[in-house]
């Protein structure tokens, strides 16, 4: 959400050759009446970033107080697969871009808002097949990346968060610790099911995982999250809390095909953690 209550949705379009771009939509109340850039907000640069040859991709935005600016983190389609990219602005206008900072195969990243220990806190979700967790990564500096450790592990056998999970949107900040919705990859003999759970991580310590919830709490039921270009997604990359501090509208992908809406808050959200965590 912007300083003067408007939502911004950085949403990924895909053109007619099937490689994407980051497109900006603007709503009063986060709802209804969006205006939409008349143009590519975010354009694949591949001359300056070769890394972005195939496209730009799924954008988590953070607001860096410290900074005075919006990071951008998204996933730059390469040669090699999808790598972990940033880019700093202040108005969705002009992007101050850093190329790759996770090479391939590496995604599903989000930088935290504050320094951790003097550092920049980044995680993302690298691949090492046939699994692949979830990760964090510190940085003085936002170029030079060091310290990766794993928050959080897939689980093995049925479960529906098994071999492979991934970060949603962006850690919200609550007195409990970091609060994160978080993907889990279901494989079935029918495809992929892409659900949502909760995890809590400790303020201080972003790896050290607090709680974690057992069951989904979101998942493809309506018919455009079920068919579409990628049938049975629901996807978030962003939210924007309201003014009380609690209320949450989550947007995701539906399919990739549509964007959905979803309400919430992070008052409901810790109380289900704790219900369904062990």
Same mark, same amino acid.
């Given at each position: 959400m912007l300083?003067?209550?408007?939502?911004?949705?950085?949403?990924r379009v895909e053109d007619r050759r099937g490689l994407s771009h980051l497109c900006a939509a603007r709503s009063a109340n986060g709802i209804d009446g969006w205006k939409i850039d008349q143009e590519p907000t975010l354009l694949p640069d591949p001359k300056k970033f070769p890394e972005e040859?195939?496209?730009?991709?799924?954008?988590?935005?953070?607001?860096?107080?410290? &900074?005075?600016? *919006?990071?951008? /983190?998204?996933?730059?389609?390469?040669?090699?697969?999808?790598?972990?990219? $940033? %880019? #700093?602005?202040?108005?969705?206008?002009?992007?101050?871009?850093?190329?790759?900072i996770m090479s391939p195969e590496d995604k599903d990243a989000a930088l935290l808002p504050r320094r951790i220990d003097g550092n920049w806190a980044l995680i993302h979700r690298p691949v090492s097949?046939?699994?692949?967790?979830?990760w964090v990564s510190y940085s003085p500096d936002l170029k030079n990346w060091g310290g990766h450790t794993i928050m959080m592990q897939?689980?093995?056998?049925?479960?529906?968060d098994a071999n492979?999970?991934?970060?949603?949107?962006?850690?919200?900040?609550?007195?409990?610790?970091? &609060?994160?919705? *978080?993907?889990? /990859?279901?494989?079935?003999?029918?495809?992929?099911?892409?659900?949502?759970? $909760? %995890? #809590?991580?400790?303020?201080?310590?972003?790896e050290l995982l607090l709680k974690?919830?057992?069951?989904w709490v979101f998942a493809p039921e309506e018919l455009y999250e079920q068919h579409g270009d990628v049938g049975n997604v629901v996807f978030p990359c962003g939210y924007a809390i309201g003014p009380d501090g609690?209320?949450?509208?989550?947007?995701?992908?539906?399919?990739?095909?549509?964007?959905?809406?979803?309400?919430?808050?992070?008052?409901?959200?810790?109380?289900?953690?704790?219900?369904?965590?062990?």
């Open positions: 300083p003067d209550g408007t939502t911004l949705l950085l949403c040859l195939w496209g730009i991709e799924d954008p988590r935005i953070t607001f860096v107080p410290e &900074l005075k600016k *919006y990071a951008v /983190v998204y996933t730059a389609y390469t040669r090699d697969g999808p790598g972990v990219a $940033l %880019a #700093l602005t202040e108005d969705f206008h002009t992007f101050e871009r850093f190329g790759v097949a046939p699994r692949a967790h979830m897939a689980r093995k056998g049925a479960w529906w492979k999970i991934g970060l949603s949107p962006p850690p919200i900040e609550t007195p409990q610790g970091w &609060l994160v919705i *978080y993907h889990g /990859v279901k494989q079935s003999c029918a495809g992929c099911i892409y659900r949502l759970g $909760l %995890a #809590l991580f400790d303020l201080n310590k972003p974690r919830s057992n069951e609690d209320s949450v509208n989550l947007y995701y992908g539906a399919a990739d095909t549509s964007i959905g809406l979803a309400t919430s808050s992070v008052r409901q959200m810790l109380h289900w953690l704790d219900e369904h965590s062990k």
